[in-house]
């Protein structure tokens, strides 16, 4: 059985994302559950998490690219080395097109000069200006469409990728017994596996 883990910078990441992701869209669904001036708190909240998500994705890529990951566990059969790649890259396309789909939309809103980005209180991040200047009648119409593909996405996400991933970990775990968990998370590596 392979031991190769991920690097500490790759396994840091993973998990700093992660535990961003159940944040942020525990605060999206409280947003959706309350009315009116309710929901400003979760989403004020919510937006800096989004770009703060976006940025750390980027970052993730760029070390991704540029170094090699451990050699895929030899044992998987054939469907399920391409339902893990698939779900892996599904998360890095998803983890930009969530945040860019929620920064265009609060873009396309007059709203955003009330309620920038506000980036912990240390900065404002900007709008895109081309979408914050279209007519009024073409904003409206291009925030509805954008509000739905994030609502869309984050479904994804939420209801597919994530329970895929997390029960294809749990399962090498605990059923095979192999050790998959420890590529991610050292301190499991089982020495009779090894
Ligand atoms: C990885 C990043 C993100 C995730 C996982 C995420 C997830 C979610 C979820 C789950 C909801 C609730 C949807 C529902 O109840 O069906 C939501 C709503 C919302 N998100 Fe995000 N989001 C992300 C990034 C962003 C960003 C960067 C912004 C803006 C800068 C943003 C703005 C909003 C807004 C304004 C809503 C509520 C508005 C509406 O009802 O359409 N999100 N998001
Ligand atoms: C919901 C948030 C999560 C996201 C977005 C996520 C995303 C990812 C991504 C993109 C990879 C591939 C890394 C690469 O090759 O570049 C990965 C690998 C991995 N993740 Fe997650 N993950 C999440 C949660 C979890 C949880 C909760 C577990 C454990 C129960 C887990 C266990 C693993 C393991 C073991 C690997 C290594 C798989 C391998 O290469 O053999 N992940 N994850």
């Known amino acids: 059985m392979t031991q190769a883990r991920y690097s500490t910078v790759a396994i840091i990441l993973h998990w700093l994302i992660a535990g961003l992701l159940v944040w942020i869209v525990l605060l999206g669904w409280e947003a959706s559950d309350v009315q009116g001036s309710a929901k400003i708190a979760p ?48 998360f890095y396309v998803i983890l930009l097109a969530l945040p860019l789909s929620g920064w265009a939309m609060v873009s396309a809103s007059k709203l955003i000069t009330v309620y920038p980005i506000d980036m912990f209180g240390l900065f404002d991040w900007p709008a895109l200006s081309f979408l914050t200047n279209l007519p009024a009648d073409q904003m409206k119409s291009t925030q509805d469409l954008l509000s739905e593909a994030h609502h869309l996405i984050a479904k994804i996400i939420v209801y597919v990728l994530t329970p895929l991933h997390v029960l294809g970990a749990l399962k090498h775990h605990f059923l095979d017994k192999d050790n998959e968990l420890a590529r991610m998370i050292p301190f499991l590596a089982r020495k009779d596996a090894e």
């Open 43 to 90: 989403l004020q909240l919510h937006k800096p998490l989004g770009i703060t998500i976006l940025l750390l994705t980027l970052a993730r890529l760029a070390w991704r690219l540029t170094h090699r990951p451990p050699m895929i566990n030899p044992d998987l059969k054939p469907w399920e080395r391409r339902l893990a790649l698939g779900v892996h890259w599904g």
